[in-house]
């Protein structure tokens, strides 16, 4: 048995105006990309593994048509001189939104499809915070997306989408996946799975996965910093065959209702607040260390990374023992490696990229450290970590890399949304400021143009029910 494997993955953020370039892709292919954890899983059990590409980037704004258009004909070009395979298995995200084209899934499962016909099965692995096309699951045969958020099962899904794929092969008949979106369009941060209502509703999963006739389940959040028309919530349910295909459409309608009827209880897992009033509560704690995520600069949902805000709130304040992790500013990094350790500079900071959230402020300080990818400017009281490429903080060893110890320090901002594991795992507190920027959490403040309306929370007093299957 012959299965291909590859994939093109971004995360795309349509409010932050600065297009993604093929230079911001990280390529695996060959004897790397047999490394993965689903290619390990196909080999063991007895699978000729065809390795194409993996391409993803950090989520950023929309990928750049030609970008896309490079990367695709790289993996179909592979796909085309691989001759006959049994099936497919693409590594996807599910918001990769591509210039001119839309949807970056749909267009290449379209094209994987049309090379291969119809007899090869196709698998594809998804994020949770994918915001997806219905028409998408008329050209793969098994979508599944993780199933926590914070993620933690990334590599669990892949080896399950893997899974999945060899099952339906050995089985011979093709699956069918059906999906149902819940007019829903929330910020990740108000659904993390380990938390009410969402827990229950992940929980669910597993007991709709049990049913008869059906392969797997996945419920998406979506993306919501996305303005497109397939941007909100999707229930997804797949078929072992045709003759479920109702069944797995009841299902999924049954969990799209589910997330529908509860979409006013989700809520932040922790404290919010303004900036100042974040500062303030970290400031009268008398544990520490304080993280704090600046969660309209998230860098981990496709904002710019750069606005100096917190900085100058903490300067206003004059807060003592803080660590601003980080702001993407490469020619601040120039200046200060140039200048070297131990120099005292006035600098300007940040507002370079988002100049509609945010500006620069100018800062008296001294460098302190200099690391491979930035450096360590201290202001009065508080240390920025200034990178030259767009780093999320998401453990202790990010800090610790530009020399700071975060446990030993009182307040730590974050470029995030919710804490990831690591972190969470040593904050004696956390809180969320509810800052400006490209993924701002208050998502009926930003002007979308393109999602399909009504939808909650952009839009309060409709009604909604599942459509009848076509």
Not at 159 to 168: D, F, Q, T
Not at 356 to 372: S, T
Not at 442 to 457: E, G, Q, W
Request: a negative charge.
């Amino acid at each position: 048995m012959r299965i291909a494997i590859g994939g093109i993955s971004h995360e795309s953020n349509t409010f932050n105006p600065i297009p993604t370039g093929i230079e911001s892709f990280k390529i695996v292919e060959g004897k790397n990309l047999l490394r993965d954890e689903a290619a390990r899983f196909l080999t063991e059990n007895g699978v000729d593994v065809i390795p194409l590409i993996s391409a993803g980037a950090p989520p950023s704004g929309i990928v750049k048509k030609e970008a896309y258009l490079k990367l695709k004909a790289d993996l179909l070009g592979r796909l085309e001189a691989a001759a006959k395979i049994d099936g497919v298995y693409l590594i996807l995200h599910g918001a990769l939104e591509v210039e001119g084209i839309g949807s970056g899934e749909l267009d290449l499962v379209k094209d994987v499809k049309e090379i291969v016909g119809e007899q090869p099965h196709i698998s594809a692995s998804l994020d949770l915070h994918g915001n997806l096309d219905a028409e998408l699951a008329k050209k793969a045969d098994i979508l599944t997306a993780y199933r926590t958020a914070p993620h933690r099962d990334a590599a669990e899904t892949r080896v399950r989408a893997a899974s999945l794929l060899l099952k339906s092969l050995r089985k011979g008949a093709p699956p069918v996946s059906v999906i149902v979106n819940p007019p829903v369009l929330l910020p990740g941060e108000l659904v993390v799975t380990d938390v009410e209502p969402a827990s229950s509703l992940y929980r669910s999963l597993k007991k709709i996965d049990s049913q008869t006739g059906i392969l797997n389940s996945s419920m998406l959040v979506g993306m919501a910093w996305a303005d497109t028309p397939n941007s909100g919530a999707s229930a997804l349910v797949v078929a072992e065959e045709d003759r479920y295909v109702d069944r797995a459409y009841e299902l999924a309608c049954e969990l799209a209702e589910a997330y529908w009827d509860r979409r006013e209880d989700f809520h932040y897992e922790v404290e919010v607040g303004s900036i100042d009033e974040t500062i303030r509560m970290a400031e009268k704690s008398s544990k520490k260390p304080v993280f704090i995520s600046d969660s309209g600069d998230n860098v981990t949902a496709g904002a710019s990374g750069d606005t100096p805000l917190f900085v100058e709130r903490l300067l206003a304040v004059g807060a003592t023992d803080a660590v601003v992790g980080g702001i993407l500013d490469p020619p601040a990094v120039k200046l200060c490696t140039e200048v070297g350790v131990g120099r005292r500079l006035r600098i300007t900071v940040g507002g370079k990229l988002d100049r509609v959230n945010g500006y620069p402020i100018e800062v008296d300080g001294k460098v302190m450290n200099i690391a491979k990818d930035g450096v360590v400017f201290r202001t009065d009281g508080i240390d920025i970590i200034l990178t030259s490429h767009h780093h999320a903080f998401i453990s202790p060893e990010n800090f610790r890399m530009y020399g700071i110890e975060p446990l030993t320090r009182k307040i730590l901002v974050v470029k995030l949304g919710y804490l990831f594991p690591d972190l969470k795992k040593v904050a004696a507190l956390e809180l969320m400021a509810l800052s400006p920027g490209y993924t701002n959490l208050a998502v009926d403040r930003l002007s979308y143009d393109r999602v399909r309306r009504p939808i909650f929370p952009l839009d309060k007093d409709f009604c909604w029910e599942p459509p009848s299957r076509d």
